[in-house]
């Protein structure tokens, strides 16, 4: 830890991605300081001690990132690992924590495997994505399970606000025969809105697997292809009193080829349904009914194309929040959620459901003129593991010279997965929660030549699930034996000059197996990434540096991946208010280089794009 603490006073800084506000009429407008995720309610970001990073459309737009993986990698506080190109199993690691211990939502609504616990981020349709927010840290005690390294909630595409519907088209190509092709149009009539949009994206790939020699060894020297088709609507419509009404409905489907021996193409449909509805019962008293429902479809084929495997997961929601404004210093969150995963597939599980029911209450109050506390706690009730009772607390400090002082505790669980409680030959239904108990603190600067971060935090993780192995009958069993510590450190720095925009990013880990005294799998020690931009008169340029640290590929800590650097060149020339060209050169010095062991990734490629919005 001391390392860490040494090399983190190179850098600090603070991340430059703009906020946006949850409106209520449905648009997306611009509101610098404003994060919904961190307390389920609108609340300004300098009133948080959440370690919060947000991207907008804005954001997606002018980095030219085709995929949700490459619009978190590089994020601070996020590694990101793919096991290929396009629509290839990506795991998001959030300060060091398992995949599966990321809560993922979108609208609202907890999206993902109920089988595997973790979410296809390869598969969400990017062109489908008006916002991004990324809150680090426990968050279980407003959220319940899974929210052990963070929450991350993606907003799907809203109207504009104008009678004059809104067109905005997209098309463009690029290496790997990669297309693309999408349209929305939006707008609003008297008091209602509406958006409507689809897309398709896909690539024929390339060799996805390196050959592996041995007895089970693997040579499929062929390109592995992802096609996506996507659909997202969203309607609604303002009443008396401040009500709301609104319907959101985001699908997503196509087909993804991979090297395996006995599976080699999946067959997936993604989808999102809800409607939400809230008004004031009081005028200090704003009541949110939401409910919803997510799938998650995956069909398995053999390399022969017989059909090998089913695993279909649905997750129904159910949620109402209340927001009372006791004052103007104090507001008092009170809700209660309701979460159901089923389970349909070719195997045959000992159990196909589970269900939790959560109550919490948060309050955030403003202490003084310049201190800042956010407090809440949330009592689950799981069918799997029975009940369990979260918190979490925040302090912030806005001195009066551009410096904010910060702390947080919380503790947070995971609940295992269907896979984990009731796979055949595989699931143990006495299995615990993982449970987590995290610190942190941070100092940040807001100065007229620029902003920056740093913060330390560490994490304790208990009952971890690890498969383990009868040594008489050899089968493997899902058993709660595993501990881990993680310690890190992420700075960020940004700033202007002469017309550049630039941020600096950094995190440090040491994410220990405690068991073992190993390295935690799969997590790089040492990140950094770089964004350069600058506008001249029509033309936008940018470039994007990322350098990762090796990683370990197993627990044993016996097989290394190396580290890397890649560099991104992006230009855009705006032809007029509606036309635009963009451009983008991803790995300029055609890195051979790989973040899972064995998987390749993409060598030198382009993608050509024309937009249009009116």
């Known amino acids: 830890m001391q390392k860490i603490i040494l090399g983190s006073l190179m850098l600090a800084g603070i991340s430059t991605q703009s906020q946006a506000q949850e409106n209520p009429t449905g648009n997306s407008q611009e509101l610098p300081n404003m994060v919904v995720t961190a307390t389920r309610t609108e609340v300004a970001k300098n009133q948080l001690a959440t370690a919060t990073t947000v991207y907008t459309r804005k954001d997606i737009e002018r980095l030219q990132v085709q995929t949700l993986p490459d619009l978190l990698k590089g994020t601070s506080g996020i590694d990101v690992t793919q096991q290929g190109g396009y629509g290839k ?29 973790t979410t296809p981020f390869e598969f969400i349709p990017m062109d489908s994505v008006e916002r991004v927010e990324i809150i680090k840290g426990p968050q279980s005690s407003l959220y319940g399970s899974e929210a052990m390294g963070g929450v991350i909630q993606i907003f799907t595409r809203k ?37 409507l949009g689809s897309s398709g ?54 087909t993804t080829n991979y090297d395996g021996n006995f599976q080699d193409k999946t067959n997936f449909i993604e989808q999102v349904v809800g409607a939400t509805a809230s008004m004031n019962l009081m005028e200090n008293w704003r009541s949110t009914l939401r409910f919803g429902e997510s799938q998650d479809d995956q069909d398995q084929f053999a390399p022969d194309g017989a059909f ?21 210093e104090h507001q008092l969150i009170l809700g209660s959620d309701y979460r159901l995963d089923e389970v349909n597939s070719s195997e045959i599980f000992n159990k196909n459901s589970r269900y939790d029911v959560g109550v919490f209450t948060e309050l955030n ?180 540096v990322l350098a990762q640290g090796d990683r370990f590929d197993n627990t044993q800590n016996t097989i290394m991946v190396a580290g890397f650097v890649t560099v991104d060149l992006r230009s855009a020339y705006h032809l007029n208010k509606n036309w635009m060209l963009s451009a983008k050169l991803n790995n300029l010095l055609d890195k051979n280089y790989q973040t899972v062991d064995t998987y390749n990734m993409a060598g030198r490629n382009f993608f050509v794009s024309v937009h249009y919005n009116n």
Do not use: C
Not at 95 to 100: A, I, K, P, Y
Not at 368 to 392: E, I, K, L, P
């Open 365 to 544: 109050s403003q202490i003084w003129d310049d201190h800042f506390v956010n407090a809440s706690v949330r009592y689950d009730n799981n069918q799997a593991v029975g009940n369990y009772v979260t918190g979490n607390v925040g302090w912030r400090y806005n001195w009066n010279y551009g410096i904010s002082l910060l702390a947080n505790f919380g503790n947070a669980f995971k609940a295992p997965s269907l896979n984990d409680l009731y796979f055949p030959n595989y699931g143990n239904p006495n299995l615990k929660p993982e449970e987590s108990t995290s610190y942190e603190t941070g100092v940040i600067g807001n100065h007229g030549w620029g902003q920056w971060e740093i913060r330390a935090y560490q994490t304790n993780i208990d009952n971890l699930i690890t498969p383990t192995m009868d040594p008489v009958t050899f089968n493997f069993s899902a058993e709660n034996i595993g501990k881990a510590q993680i310690q890190g450190i992420e700075t960020e720095i940004g700033t202007q000059w002469l017309g550049w925009n630039g941020k600096l990013t950094m995190n440090l880990l040491d994410p220990e197996n405690v068991e073992t005294h190993g390295r935690l799998p799969r997590r790089a020690q040492k990140m950094l990434s770089f964004d350069l931009s600058k506008t001249f008169g029509s033309f936008d340029v940018g470039t994007y």
């Open 89 to 117: 199993t990506t795991s998001v690691f959030m300060r060091g924590t398992n995949s599966d211990q990321v809560l993922v939502l979108i609208d609202g609504i907890k999206v993902g495997s109920a089988t595997l616990g």
């Open 159 to 195: 109207g504009a606000a104008t009678e004059k519907p809104a067109i905005t088209v997209d098309s463009g190509g690029g290496t790997y025969s990669t297309y693309k092709a999408a349209g929305t149009v939006s707008g609003k009539w008297k008091n209602n809105w509406y958006t």
């Open 308 to 328: 090998s495997s089913k695993f279909n997961s649905t997750r129904w929601n159910a949620t109402w929040l209340n927001q009372i404004k006791l004052s103007d």
């Open 201 to 254: 994206f896909g690539s024929h790939g390339f060799n996805a697997r390196q050959p592996i020699p041995g007895p089970y060894g693997l040579d499929q020297p062929d390109n592995d292809g992802y096609n996506n088709a996507a659909v997202n609507a969203r309607v609604g419509r303002h009443f008396l009193n401040n009500g709301e009404v609104e319907a959101f409905f985001m699908r997503t489907q196509g």
